[in-house]
């Protein structure tokens, strides 16, 4: 097993797409009704470049839109349904979306095949899935999301970004196993249920060489069930502490 810590460093965001949002920042998003007028907190675009700047990452004009729109539509929607914790834009950046910066570069370095098949499951309100489809675009990446609201705004998240060959199930994790047509090559867990459970939940529906990727606060356990390994493991820091990626894998056959 490996482990790898490192910091932000020379990340690049390619994005070719922005739309626009009008509708959605103004609560009209399909499905949702605002009993009242919300206060708009929007996502200043220069501070939003600058704090990524600081970050290391290099981003383009492209890509800080795609941020913007996706920052503006969670703050729209978290003040009527409760989707993250944090409230403040600045504070979305820092505790949450900063993960998928580095998860982006965990992905890339995992022995996938060129055009993986990624299921996320549990995606909540997208992440890490929405900002890591900004960044790391390869293969078919589907978002499964249980709960109606956090799906459907992932659904509106998706029509204005319209992010590379991502898609939204709404549904149990089961049912939309049970649509797919092969095994996964990763699949990919952000609190979606405790990783002992997780590991078995999981085990049939991947591929032999399939790649279970477990975003943690706590490192990889030194033991884990057979037949299940720890590939690789990364640490890395951000303001709340140190975070983990694991990337588990079976002795397929």
Sequence with gaps: MATFI???SSLCLQVLHCGDMTDIVQGRAVGIRMRHPIQQQRV???ELASMISRMGVCASASALNQLTVYLDMLC?????MNLVGPRRWQDILTDLVVDSFFLAEFMEDLPLPGSPLCWDVGAGAGLPGIP???LWTRGVYHMVEAREKRALFLSNVLAQLRLSETYVFRGMAERFFATQARPADAVLSRAFMPWRQLVDFV?????PEGILVVMSLEPAPVVLPE?????RQDAYMTDGG?????ALMTDGE
């Design 44 to 46: 200043d675009r220069s």
């Design 227 to 231: 037949p299940w390994r720890v590939l």
């Design 203 to 207: 085990q049939n529906r991947m591929q």
């Design 132 to 134: 890591l489809r900004m």
């Design 76 to 80: 729209r929607w978290n003040a009527v």
């Design 242 to 246: 140190e975070r983990y990626f694991w």
């Design 6 to 8: 490192y910091t932000i």
